[in-house]
Every structure is written in C-alpha cells, then in structure tokens.
C-alpha cells in the first residue's frame, strides 16, 4: 500500500504560480512511477503529467508543458508539481498517483493504482 497526501492548492492569480506537493508513505516511494491528474468542475479528470522510476524521465500533457515542471524526491518519499503561468481554466482538484504495475498508458488513469484525496487549485482572472 501507498498513502498519497496531496498540498500546496490555495487561491492564485491568473499568471501567478503554485508548487504542489505529494508526500508519500508506506511502500517504497522510488520505485513508484508518480503522476499528476487534475478534475475540473464538471469534467473528466484529465492527465497533467508523470515522472517515471528509472532516470526520472517525464512526460507532460500538451497544454501544460513548458509551464509545468513534475519531479521527485526520493528522499523525501515527496512528489512535486511545479506550476506557472497558470490560467483561470486551470482551476481544478489536482491528485498524484503512484503507478508500480507497469502496465498502460500513463495519460490513463487506469495505469495508477494509487490515489491523494486532492487538493485544490483556484485561479482567479
């Protein structure tokens, strides 16, 4: 098992930047492949970005890349998701996930088998 708790949402101006952070227990954390998820209100939850185990190669969703940087700490056990240049579409529940199974695309949540409860990002205009 993997216990995921997601922090760093809050309020931010359209432009403006927020880090996210995802501290992990349980199993060990390095050997989880991590990723990035956010749900807007009345969408799907839609892939932001992943990291993987081996050499911590990333891998973003065409709309954030650029301005969002994912990363990991192996030593922390922590996940981070560095954002700028947000805009107010942005706005969104983000939630990490630890992927160990290997299996399935990335950008599916299917591939995750571990999810944080989430945490709030408002961008306002």
């Known amino acids: 098992q993997v216990q995921l708790v997601e922090s760093g949402g809050g309020l931010v101006q359209a432009g403006g930047s927020l880090r996210l952070s995802c501290a992990a227990s349980?199993?060990?954390?390095?050997?989880?492949?991590m990723g990035w998820f956010r749900q807007a209100p009345g969408k799907e939850r839609e892939f932001v970005a992943d990291i993987s185990v081996i050499a911590g190669r990333t891998y973003y969703a065409g709309s954030v890349k650029g301005r969002f940087t994912i990363s990991r700490d192996n030593a922390k056990n922590t996940l981070y998701l560095q954002m700028n240049s947000l805009i107010p579409e942005e706005t969104a529940v983000y939630y990490c996930?630890?992927?160990?199974?290997?299996?399935?695309?990335?950008?599916?949540?299917?591939?995750?088998?571990?999810w944080g409860q989430g945490t709030q990002v408002t961008v306002s205009s």
């Open positions: 349980g199993r060990t954390f390095s050997t989880y492949g």
């Open positions: 996930a630890a992927r160990g199974r290997g299996i399935g695309s990335v950008v599916t949540q299917e591939a995750y088998d571990y």
